[in-house]
Structures are given as C-alpha cells and as structure tokens.
C-alpha cells in the first residue's frame, strides 16, 4: 500500500507539473484576463459538474471570501449553487441549459465565465461558453485532454491525463495559482513575499 500511495503522489505531481509548465504563458494571460475583469467591476461565473462543480464553488468562495491575504472580496459567483434554479430549468427546459441560462440571465460583456469540465465535453458547460461568447463575455475553459470545450474557450488549460482524478488534482492547483496571482496583481500592497 505504501509503494501504490507514492506512486499516486508522483503520477500527482507530474500531472500538475506538466500542466504549469506547458501552460505559463496561458496561466499569466488568464491572471491577466481575470485582474482586468474584476478591476473594472466586472464578475467571474464558475460553473461544471459533479466534482468541477466543487471546484468552481472552492474558486468563488476563495475569491469571495480571500485567499492568502486579507483583502476586499472580489465578484466571483459559482452557478452550481442554487439548486432552485438548477432544478427549474433542468424540469422544464433541459438539463443542458442550466448553465446557458443564468450566464444569459446574469453574464455581461466583459465578465468572464470559467467553465470546468475533465472531459471536455460535457454538453451544459460549452453551451454556456456559446452562450457566454456570443454575449461578450471573455472564456475560460479548463478541461483534461481537450474535448469540445477547447473549441469555445478564449483560453483553455487542458490536463493530459486520462484520470479523471488526477485532471481535478491539476485544476484545482492551477485554480490557486490564479488566486495567488490575482491576490499580487490586484493588491500588490498587500502581499508580503
């Protein structure tokens, strides 16, 4: 078991290490997308399913609440909260909108929608990315080896792993690292170190 346990941590690691390093440009373009965003008063919408759905309500909450540093709180909403809205449209509409509609309902131009999902393809998370580019939003897709999503995100971040495991290990990781960044870019008084 111990032998399993350290090889599970490696496979971790590289996954996530790959992930940075493949992606530098793209994770100090997506700081930048998401500092300019909430600057100038606009929002960040977070949404996917099942465990990418606890990612984007750890996203929201970390830049809601804070994250490192004591800090005002920044507009950042997880659509995957409200089970009101979730369940009413998933009822009377399709499941496949229950994202479309509220980044309808609440997305303006120049907020960004972050949509999560380690397939790739799943069909509620790239209809709102439609959805949120036609209306002028700014995307961002994190996703595993690629999937349709990469097809409707400005920027997109995918894990090259075909564990389902270890894509959310790397997102979440790459979800603090843009925290961390937003935190220096957004309040560099603030940070020590």
């Known amino acids: 078991m111990k032998t399993l346990v ?60 804070r994250f490192q540093i004591e800090r005002p709180p ?12 979730l369940t009413s449209i998933g009822n009377d509409y399709r499941f496949d909108d229950i994202f479309a509609k509220q980044i309808a309902a609440i997305g303006k131009e120049d907020d960004v929608a972050w949509g999560i999902s380690t397939s790739g393809n799943s069909r509620n998370v790239i209809q ?20 349709q999503l990469a097809t409707w995100a400005d920027l997109v971040f995918a894990v090259d792993s075909p564990s389902t495991a270890r894509i959310q290990e790397a997102h979440i990781t790459l979800g603090h690292i843009l925290c961390e960044l937003l935190d220096r870019q957004l309040f560099p008084h603030l940070v020590r170190g």
Do not use: P, W, Y
């Open 6 to 65: 350290l090889r599970l941590l490696e496979e971790s690691i590289q996954v996530k290490r790959r992930l940075i390093e493949n992606h530098l440009d793209h994770i100090v373009q997506g700081a930048d997308m998401l500092a300019t965003c909430l600057a100038t008063g606009h929002k960040i919408l977070i949404f996917g399913n099942g465990g990418s759905a606890a990612d984007a309500q750890h996203l929201a909450a970390e830049l809601v609440n």
């Open 128 to 147: 709102a990315l439609r959805v949120a580019k036609t209306n002028g939003l700014f995307t961002i897709g994190m996703t595993g080896r690629g999937g």
């Open 74 to 85: 920044l507009a950042a909403i997880a659509l995957t909260t409200d089970t009101s809205i």
